[in-house]
Every structure is written in C-alpha cells, then in structure tokens.
C-alpha cells in the first residue's frame, strides 16, 4: 500500500501496524456482534512531535483521515476509523515531565495512563481528584478530548477544572504550546475548544494540570431516604451549602437494590463523603447528617461498599454483558437543573425500560443541578429486535432531554451515539464549532467521526 511506504519513511516499519480499532460504543460492540466486522485500519505510533506533524502534513495533502487514539475506552463511536483511514496511536507520548509540589501544578504526555498518573501524584500525597469509572483504561489526552468527568467531581470538578494549558499539534502540522497560568485574560480560553472536540481539530500532545493535596481525612456515610424527591433535595441542600463533598450519590430505588445496599423495597441510598483537614470533614459530615433528616442513617457500610466496587464496570465486563446474542445494554448521562431532574428521571426510565432494565443515579452535583445516570439493558429476540429496542431507548432519551431543557451528554461525549442530536442542543453555536472546525482542519482530516460526523 502507497501510504503505508510513506507513512514508514516517516516513523519507521516498527511503529505500523494493520489492525481494527473500535472504542466501546455498545452499538458498535452489538453490530460486530451480529456480523459486521471493523475494518482494518493503518495504526502508527508516533514517537515525537516531528513525527506527528508529518502524520497529519501527510494526511491532509493525502486526503486520509487521522483520528487520534487513547485508550480506546470511549462509549460514544468516537474513535471507529473507516476503512482507508489510520488511527494515530498515543501510547509512545507516557512522559510525565513535573510533579510541581509547591505550585501544584502536573506536567505531562497525553498518552498517560490516567490510573498511573493519579498513582504518581498519590505517592507524593497528591491527587488529580479525576477519577472516572474507566479511569485504568484511559489515557489524559482521551480524558480531555472526551471532556470526561470522574466520580470527585462534586469536590474537585471535571476535566475542563483542571486543565491549565494544552500542547497541541494543529491539523496542518503547527504547533500551540500552553500558555502561562494559572488563569489569563489575553483572549479567550482558546485551548477549552480542543475538550470535547474527541481529535476532531488536531492531535493533544501535552497538558498543565492543575492538582490537589490529598485531603487529611475522609468520611463517607450513607442514608436511606424513602422515596427519590427527597434525597434530591438533600443533594440539593448539600451543593447549596458550600459543602463540596468529595462523593455524593444518590441511587433511585431500583439502582440501590441493583448495586447491593441494605434497603428496604422503594428505598434509596444516598452515598455520601466529605473530605479536608479532619475537623472540617467531621463537621461537615455532622451538617449534612442534619441535612439528612427523614433518612435512615446506615453508618459507613454503603461507602465502604462503593469504595470496593467503584471500578466494577471494566471494559471487558462491558463486553462480556454484550457477548449473548441479542443482548443491549448502554448508559446515559443527561444533566439538568434540580427542578427538572424528577420528571427527567421518571421519563426517561419510561422511555429506556421497555421489556428489559431500567436504573438511574444521580451524581457530579452542583449548586444548580446534577447528572441523571441512567443504565439499561434487555435483550431481543433477534439482533435486529434487539437493534431496534436498542434505539428506541436511545430517541427516548435524547428527545425527552430535548423537550426538558437537559444536556443530551453530561460526560460521555458525542462521536456517533449523539451525532442526530448534538445539533439541537448546540442551536447557533453549532456555528461556532463548525467555523472553527473548517478554518483549523479545512481538508476535514482530523476525526472525521468525532462530533457527528464534520467530513
Ligand atoms: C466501563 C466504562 C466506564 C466509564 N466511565 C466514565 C466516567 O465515569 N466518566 C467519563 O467521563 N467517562 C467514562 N467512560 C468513557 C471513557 O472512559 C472516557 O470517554 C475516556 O475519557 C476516554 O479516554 P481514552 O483515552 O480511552 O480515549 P479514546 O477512547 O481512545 O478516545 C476518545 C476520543 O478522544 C480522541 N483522542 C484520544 N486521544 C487524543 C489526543 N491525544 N488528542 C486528540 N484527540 C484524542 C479520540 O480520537 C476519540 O475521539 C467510561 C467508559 C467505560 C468503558
């Protein structure tokens, strides 16, 4: 194959290789599943900036498509090259260049490990307080270009807190190094268009992160309410407090018997921790104990459970759930205002339940609203039964987000799950995404299945 000489000129025979890559969009699992294979694609790995400007130089005057790839441990179809197309393997940029205990600030490669680097900041008593469910089989740049969220965000934000400053690789091999920080008012935040863009506007090969000391003591409690309004106000009363909880979940009845909590049938379990120095976390504990009155209060037991299962839902159980012939299952993270999350939640579970299963729990709290974390899955009598049911679930979601004025994707992204969507939330500023889109990557090279689709 013509490319492949020439991509070999410029990374060398070693660092190609031909093979399918798919993240783990369930609908891409369930079509491979039922007989359509991915594609196999050219993987390179670069090994330097050099290198990846020539990719994408090559690219963009071949006409190929380049989409950057990380873990591969996305959910959305963002990272799903076609045939003819290459992927671009992160994997060789795993440096981490500082650990900066005074100024708290990390500097490193967008190819590392978000697991391992969280392990580094631990040993020397920090943390980047990023912890997504997947975090093991993730890597920083997919963690920012998926604009992901971990399960500390109530206390230490999502991925677009924590980032100071981005070095990137535009899609005609130029290169934009972070600026300073930690803040500035020269112009707009430019480096925030590159989370969420899913490598859509040009390969991340650095980042700034701003981290945190590990908190003094931790203190984790859960609470039974009797029926879901009231723990949303509790969470609501917690976020409004100035109380910023390490972890805050709240677990509707189904999805608190589902994940093994001691509870009482229509009970739901709010897991809650507060962290800091140890006089604040205890008293902070104490006021959300009050907050929690008209709960049963269930002691340590349900934190010490999530603690234990907090990672469960790994890649491979993901697709061992998917193995069965006509089996779906997918997740849903909406987000919305607190008065719109009790009808958000009753409509959608209507809207995904169907024949099957239908759980929600709600997390990543703010003072104005939260994430609704739905999970569902069923089975078909045939794929094409279970395709359909598939969907169907999906256009409930989405539509009833729509109608309620919630976001359509909390922290999972777009890639293709959104791509019939993602145009109604954004409105006019779909606009903005695709000016910026076509004056940075005018041969539309950069991923062309990240966003919807933009090829
Ligand atoms: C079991 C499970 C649980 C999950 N839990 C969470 C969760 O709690 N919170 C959450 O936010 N997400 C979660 N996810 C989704 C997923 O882990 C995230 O989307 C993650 O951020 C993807 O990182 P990655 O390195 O695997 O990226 P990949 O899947 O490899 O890529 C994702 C996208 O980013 C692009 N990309 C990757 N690297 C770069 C780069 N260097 N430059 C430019 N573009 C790049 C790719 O082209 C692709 O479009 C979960 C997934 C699974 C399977």
């Not at 707009?188 to 989370?195: C, I, M």
């Not at 907090?310 to 839902?313: G, M, P, S, T």
């Given at each position: 194959m013509g490319s492949r000489t020439e991509l070999e000129k410029i990374v060398?025979?070693?660092a190609l290789v031909e093979r399918p890559v798919r993240d783990l969009w369930p609908l891409g699992i369930m079509d491979e599943r039922a007989g359509t294979a991915a594609p196999k694609v050219l993987v390179v790995r670069p090994t330097g900036r050099d290198q990846v400007a020539a990719i994408l130089r090559w690219a963009a005057g071949n006409d190929v498509a380049v989409s950057p790839m990380g873990g591969?441990?996305?959910?959305?179809?963002?990272l799903s090259p076609a045939a003819g197309e290459i992927a671009m393997d992160m994997?060789?940029?795993?440096?981490?260049?500082?650990?900066?205990e005074t100024n708290l600030i990390c500097r490193c490669e967008a190819g590392v490990n978000g697991y391992a680097l969280e392990q580094k900041l631990n040993e020397k008593?920090?943390?980047?307080?990023h912890y997504p469910s997947s975090l093991p089989g993730t890597t920083v740049g997919g963690l920012i270009s998926t604009r992901s969220s971990g399960q500390e965000s109530s206390r230490y934000g999502s991925i677009e807190d924590m980032v100071i400053g981005l070095a990137v690789v535009l899609p005609d091999g130029t290169f934009a190094a972070p600026r300073p920080?930690?803040?500035?008012?020269?112009?707009?935040?430019?480096?925030?268009?590159?989370?969420?863009a899913e490598g859509g506007l040009g390969v991340v090969l650095g980042v700034v992160l701003r981290v945190h000391r590990l908190p003094e003591e931790t203190i984790g409690r859960g609470y039974a309410f009797p029926e879901l309004r009231a723990g949303l106000e509790c969470m609501r009363a917690v976020m409004q407090s100035g109380i910023r909880p390490l972890v805050i979940r709240l677990y509707d009845a189904e999805d608190s018997i589902f994940n093994g909590y001691?509870?009482?049938?229509g009970e739901c379990v709010l897991v809650v921790a507060t962290a800091g120095l140890r006089e604040v976390a205890e008293a902070e504990a104490g006021e959300v104990k009050k907050m929690s009155a008209g709960a049963k209060g269930m002691g340590d037991a349900p934190w010490a459970r999530w603690q234990r299962h907090?990672?469960?839902?790994s890649a491979e159980r993901l697709k061992t759930l998917l193995e069965p012939a006509g089996a779906y299952l997918d997740t849903i993270e909406l987000a919305a205002p607190w008065t719109v999350l009790p009808e958000l939640h009753s409509k959608v579970k209507a809207a995904i339940g169907g024949d099957g299963m239908a759980l929600c729990h709600f997390s990543h709290a703010y003072e104005q609203g939260c994430c609704a974390y739905f999970s569902f899955a069923g089975s078909g009598d045939t794929e094409a039964d279970a395709r359909a049911k598939y969907v169907r679930a999906w256009e409930g979601a989405m539509s009833t987000a729509l109608e309620l004025g919630?976001?359509?994707?909390?922290?999972?992204?777009?890639?293709?799950?959104?791509a019939r969507w993602v145009a109604d939330e954004m409105g006019g500023w779909m606009r903005v995404w695709k000016g910026v889109k076509e004056g940075l990557d005018p041969n539309g090279t950069m991923n062309p299945h990240a966003m919807g689709g933009s090829r």
């Open positions: 060398g025979p070693a591969a441990s996305g959910v959305c179809g963002a994997s060789a940029f795993d440096r981490i260049f500082e650990i900066d008593g920090l943390t980047l307080g920080g930690p803040r500035s008012a020269a112009g707009p935040a430019l480096h925030q268009l590159f989370l969420g001691d509870v009482d049938d907090r990672f469960d839902l919630a976001t359509i994707s909390h922290h999972h992204g777009v890639g293709q799950a959104r």
